[in-house]
């Protein structure tokens, strides 16, 4: 994979200059040793892999009821299924239809949530509904493709990550894994999912939104929004370390945050937020090449991708232990 080779690229080049720096222990005729770069691990291998796939051009730019949208939830049930995933009680699939926004004005739209669910081992009762959007804007007029590749196959690929890292070692909560549909259009899968929940809202811990998390480079931060509003989980989160170039930030959910720069209903996070279900919601700060045809595969760093995304994996962790103590 090229992002793969860039990995061990970056890691040999770095041994070569921490070599060069250290050349006098060895004398001016020793040749030092020289150490095989380590290769990526199966967790990150796969990270990079699910990007790629869901946001290649045969994808379409994952558009609501579009043809690539379907394309895209097959792979993610696929990937659930692969995991061992079990769907709910409820199924699979929780299919929908809502009336939802477009540039030319409202039109009625078809869409589809795919459910996870990995028991808890303590507290069982108790769900931590873990969410990323799937869909994408599709292609426009001129028939550029918008492949998003960090809004949002980067956070349902996170997503995927974190679900592989819970069934390697369970969860004490609860938690249901969902790609939701038609974010872009309104937040329109989530919705759905608070006024049709598979189990009583009242049942619900928390949300936590992963969207938009491969590229902190612009500021080294993957946000977290909502702990304004739920003070009881900064503590609980302040406390993990930097991964790499990453580091979490608490924000953009004050009344000090205005337009732009307030988060608290910029993705499906705001739905449980509306729906007073506690929320946070983990994402990358806004770049060039958001909503726009540029938002490629290849504009990602890997190491970047992969730091954001240990970091999401122990922020759940986290929650997960803090949440009842």
């Known amino acids: 994979m090229r992002h793969a080779r860039l990995l061990a690229l970056s890691t040999a080049l770095g041994g070569a200059l921490l070599l060069s720096a250290c050349g006098s222990l060895f004398g001016p005729e020793a040749t030092p040793p020289v150490a095989a770069a380590p290769a990526p691990s199966a967790m990150h291998t796969q990270l990079l892999e699910d990007v790629r796939i869901l946001s290649a051009d045969a994808m379409q730019g994952r558009d609501t009821g579009a043809p690539g949208g379907e394309m895209a939830r097959n792979y993610i049930v696929g990937r659930l299924e692969g995991l061992g995933v079990v769907a709910p009680p409820m199924g699979r699939l929780q299919p929908w239809e809502m009336q939802g926004r477009t540039r030319a004005g409202p039109r ?4 589809v949530n795919v459910i996870g669910m990995i028991p808890g081992t303590r507290v069982t009762d108790r769900y931590i509904v873990v969410t990323a ?3 994408h804007v599709g292609v426009n007029a001129e028939g550029q493709v918008f492949n998003g590749a960090d809004d949002n196959a980067s956070g349902v690929a996170t997503m995927l ?4 890292d819970l069934k390697r070692q369970a969860p004490e909560h609860s938690v249901l894994i969902v790609a939701l549909d038609g974010e872009e259009h309104g937040l329109l899968g989530a919705k759905h999912f608070v006024e049709a929940p598979p189990m009583p809202l009242e049942s619900i811990a928390m ?3 992963f969207d938009m998390t491969a590229r902190a480079e612009t500021d080294g931060k993957l946000w977290v929004t909502g702990t304004y509003q739920h003070p009881t989980f900064r503590p609980i989160l302040e ?10 930030a608490f924000g953009k959910d004050t009344p000090q945050d205005t337009g732009a720069d307030n988060w608290v209903e910029a993705s499906d996070h705001g739905a449980f937020y509306r729906a007073q279900v506690p929320f946070l919601y983990l994402g990358v700060n806004y770049h060039a090449d958001y909503h726009r045809p540029s938002d490629d595969f290849e504009k990602i760093t890997p190491s970047v991708f992969i730091s954001a995304t240990e970091l999401s994996i122990a922020s ?3 929650l997960d232990q803090g ?3």
Do not use: K, M, Q
Request: hydrophobic share 45%; net charge positive.
């Open 108 to 111: 009625t739209y078809n869409g």
């Open 133 to 135: 959007h799937y869909d």
């Open 161 to 164: 990550a974190l679900a592989a």
């Open 207 to 209: 949300n936590l939104n």
């Open 239 to 248: 406390g993990i370390p930097a991964n790499g170039a990453v580091a979490l």
């Open 316 to 318: 759940f962790r986290a």
């Open 323 to 325: 949440l009842s103590r």
